[in-house]
């Protein structure tokens, strides 16, 4: 969801790229409560770190649980951040409805616009 808000929200300043520590595949969920948005993201792929360590990163932002601490050393010299947004579907492995699903995605979605909207600012 982070790549899609930047993307749209900011593709005239800054490039975005999304990775993880594990290749999950795209969430349904994610990408239904970014359509809502009128953001689509379904064409965008899970991929893992080492896929992308080797761009010159001016910033490496990490987003949810442990990424802060699990994540790697780049290859460049980069600035890693970390700003921690709940984990959707950690979230909602407990729930009873659809829409109680959809309902943590939602708001999870909407930090992480929040966020976005506030960059490249808050990153100094």
Known sequence: MAEGWTRHL??????????GLEAHGLNTNAVRVMQEAGVDIADQ???KVEEVETIP???VITVCGNAD???????????????????PPK???NTQTE??????????R????DFVESLPEVLW
């Open 10 to 19: 900011k593709t005239d300043s800054i490039q975005a790229f999304s990775a």
């Open 45 to 47: 792929k899970s991929q």
């Open 57 to 59: 990163f001016d910033f």
């Open 69 to 87: 601490a699990s994540c790697p050393v780049f290859s460049c010299s980069t600035t890693v951040l970390h700003f921690g947004f709940d984990d």
């Open 91 to 93: 979230l909602v492995k």
């Open 99 to 108: 829409e109680e699903t959809l309902n943590h995605y939602r708001r999870v």
């Open 110 to 113: 909407d930090e992480i616009r």
